[in-house]
């Protein structure tokens, strides 16, 4: 091992979470070290974690790609629009989205360079006394001793026991590289990864079946929201099957055949030719900690932390995917810049409360905040106020008319407790609600406010006045 180097801030992970902390850490002015044993494509070191390398970022490339080819065969006609048989390169497609990743892999290590962070590539592990010893990709080990290391190990897909992956059975890494559209496609899971993988493949062509274990579809979100999904997905021709218990699978000469017990409990069979496994993601904690740091596991293999991400060991901290909470990018983002600035002396805070969640299918689903079914639950009495989009002319114009915006607010303080969207480009709207819960701003104080005209937005205006029966554009 080689002579230790001592640095004010020691990342492990340079992810979402960990480039955030490494960037705001050297912008306060500490010495900083990042590191992180990603390889790209190429087999160079490639910064952004799983998130920019095989995650959101190439997930958002081709569902931008296959939406275009989608709307060729189903919108471009309404605009009159016509051309003979549209054709598809996934190959060429696939590259385009490996293009972008390699652009914003580059983009972060020129940023690190910028900010004079050390980058180190490897395996770090921590070690009693606030040293991470790293193992690098040349086969040396060096030691560097941070008098705050922040862990940002980030998360690894779940593998079932009786679906290893391989060329047939894949995870999310695996759906984004296929070199032809699959003629039938499984997948195990109706969460985000496998409906926007799901959306994408069954743009392309790609007879898609989702097979999901619970009984409701996704009961995270509102359920007039989750209900108009459903019913849109259906019409775009993902077949999603709830309640199924997948028990086995086997590959064989014509495909990939998996065995499941249906809602009913009758036993069931599907032969595809790629199976995708999305049934969640685990902390990547796996011989990240060595023996006497202090630092604690729960049952889940997540790094314990309080509420400001600290460990309880002196100097030592946890965020991201690896941690307790929503194992969402823009998460592990605030988490970082927080610890960061804690650090440093600064005041540091991540409101659990204002996350937004997204899901990038056609249409979008995004909210944020309670919902009908959790204020019920709680007791908490509220108004809601909705508004469709089939009523906003930009909307109309677009040819997406399909969607709604949903606003609760308290029923005697009038305080914005959820926004809930289904529709074009909610994955921005949803910000307003942000925003005004931040401010712990009422649904009036969103009613009053001038919105443009022609605008996606006026769906938000709409709703919340709807809170109080005033709709302009809507009976009430």
Not at 172 to 185: E, I, Q, S, W
Not at 249 to 261: L, M
Not at 377 to 404: I, L, Q
């Amino acid at each position: 091992m080689t002579e230790q180097q001592n640095f004010d801030v020691v990342v492990i992970g340079a992810g979402p979470a960990g480039y955030h902390a490494a960037i705001r850490a050297a912008q306060l002015g500490l010495k900083t070290a990042c590191i992180d044993a990603a390889l790209g494509k190429d087999g160079k070191p490639a910064l952004g974690g799983t998130c920019l390398r095989v995650g959101c970022i190439p997930s958002k490339a081709l569902l931008d790609s296959s939406r275009q080819f989608w709307n060729m065969g189903h919108i471009f006609d309404q605009h009159g629009i016509s051309f003979d048989k549209p054709a598809i390169d996934v190959q060429k497609m696939v590259a385009r989205k490996d293009a972008i990743v390699k652009q914003f892999t580059g983009g972060i290590a020129a940023l690190f360079k910028a900010n004079k962070i050390t980058a180190f590539y490897g395996f770090g592990q921590l070690q009693p006394g606030n040293v991470v010893s790293v193992k690098q990709h040349d086969g040396s080990t060096v030691a560097l001793k941070g008098t705050n290391v922040i862990i940002a190990a980030g998360s690894d897909s779940i593998e079932l026991p009786f679906a290893k992956f391989g060329e047939h059975i894949v995870d999310n890494v695996g759906a984004l590289d296929f070199d032809k559209t699959p003629k039938r496609l499984g997948i195990i899971g109706a969460g985000v990864i496998g409906l926007e993988l799901g959306s994408v493949w069954n743009r392309l062509g790609s007879e898609v079946v989702i097979l999901e274990g619970l009984p409701s579809f996704l009961p995270a979100a509102d359920a007039e929201v989750a209900k108009l999904a459903a019913r849109e997905f259906k019409k775009q021709g993902l077949d999603i099957r709830l309640g199924c218990k997948v028990g086995g699978t086997e590959v064989k000469k014509d495909g990939v055949h998996v065995a499941y017990t249906d809602a009913k409990g009758e036993a069931q069979s599907l032969v595809v030719d790629k199976l995708m496994v999305c049934v969640g993601r685990r902390a990547a904690s796996k011989g990240l900690l060595a023996d006497g740091t202090g630092v604690q596991l729960n049952e889940r293999g997540q790094v314990v932390v309080d509420e400001h991400c600290h460990t309880g060991v002196d100097g030592v901290w946890a965020i991201g995917d690896c941690v307790r909470g929503p194992m969402l990018a823009h998460k592990g983002f605030e988490e970082g810049i927080a610890v960061a600035e804690l650090i440093a002396g600064l005041p540091g805070h991540v409101n659990f409360d204002t996350i937004p969640y997204v899901i990038y299918t056609e249409p979008e689903l995004a909210w944020v905040g309670k919902t009908e079914e959790q204020l019920k639950a709680e007791g908490v009495p509220y108004k809601a106020g909705s508004f469709p989009f089939a009523a906003v002319g930009r909307a109309v114009a677009m040819a997406e008319p399909a969607g709604f915006v949903k606003v609760l607010a308290h029923a005697e303080t009038d305080t914005i407790l959820g926004m809930h969207l289904i529709g074009a480009n909610v994955s921005e709207l949803v910000h307003e609600g942000v925003l005004a819960m931040e401010f712990k701003g009422s649904a009036d104080d969103l009613a009053r406010i001038c919105h443009a005209h022609p605008s996606m937005s006026e769906a938000v205006h709409d709703a919340a006045m709807a809170v109080h029966k005033r709709a302009i554009h809507k009976a009430n």
